[in-house]
């Protein structure tokens, strides 16, 4: 089964923005996310409508974030985006009328509310701030050690 990997495109897609200064067009965050312009512009005409991206048409146009990252949560975008199902896991649902059935599907439901809940209640936590800043240290951490292999 693929997974849906949307919500991990989309934040990579807004950290990229965050890092330019100027704004980025479709075809250059299509570049960097190895997809088609059309399916950037898809997801990011959504994230306009939820006020998370401007965008300018015209030479020196493309995409800008419209809010301060610390602003935007991950459970924001994931609402932006549609909300795509968390789990991939699901009932059995061949023989509504069996007992057993009944029992194991009320039990995975109940273990599937409170693992949503709580996923969900940790993606409300992060904003884009911190995995900004969460890169930031990776990329400084990497100087650093590169640093250290040209010393060596």
């Given at each position: 089964?693929?997974?849906?990997?949307?919500?991990?495109?989309?934040?990579?897609?807004?950290?990229?923005?965050?890092?330019?200064?100027?704004?980025m067009t479709s075809d250059q965050l299509a570049k960097a996310m190895q997809t088609h312009p059309v399916v950037i512009r898809r997801i990011l005409g959504g994230l306009?409508?939820?006020?998370?991206?401007?965008?300018?048409?015209?030479?020196?146009?493309?995409?800008?974030?419209?809010?301060?990252?610390?602003?935007?949560?991950?459970?924001?975008?994931?609402?932006?985006?549609?909300?795509?199902?968390?789990?991939?896991?699901?009932?059995?649902?061949?023989?509504?009328?069996?007992?057993?059935?009944?029992?194991?599907?009320?039990?995975?439901?109940?273990?599937?509310?409170?693992?949503?809940?709580?996923?969900?209640?940790?993606?409300?936590?992060?904003?884009?701030?911190?995995?900004?800043?969460?890169?930031?240290?990776?990329?400084?951490?990497?100087?650093?050690?590169?640093?250290?292999?040209?010393?060596?």
């Amino acid at each position: 089964m693929k997974r849906d990997s949307r919500l991990s495109g989309v934040l990579h897609i807004l950290l990229h923005m965050a890092e330019q200064a100027e704004p980025m067009t479709s075809d250059q965050l299509a570049k960097a996310m190895q997809t088609h312009p059309v399916v950037i512009r898809r997801i990011l005409g959504g994230l306009r409508d939820a006020g998370f991206v401007h965008s300018e048409k015209g030479h020196g146009g493309g995409w800008t974030i419209a809010r301060h990252l610390a602003s935007i949560t991950m459970r924001d975008v994931y609402d932006a985006i549609g909300r795509p199902n968390l789990m991939a896991m699901g009932n059995r649902t061949d023989a509504p009328g069996c007992l057993v059935e009944q029992a194991v599907n009320a039990a995975l439901d109940t273990s599937f509310r409170d693992a949503e809940a709580l996923l969900l209640d940790r993606f409300a936590k992060v904003t884009l701030a911190e995995l900004s800043a969460d890169f930031h240290a990776r990329m400084t951490a990497r100087h650093m050690t590169e640093q250290e292999h040209i010393h060596d």
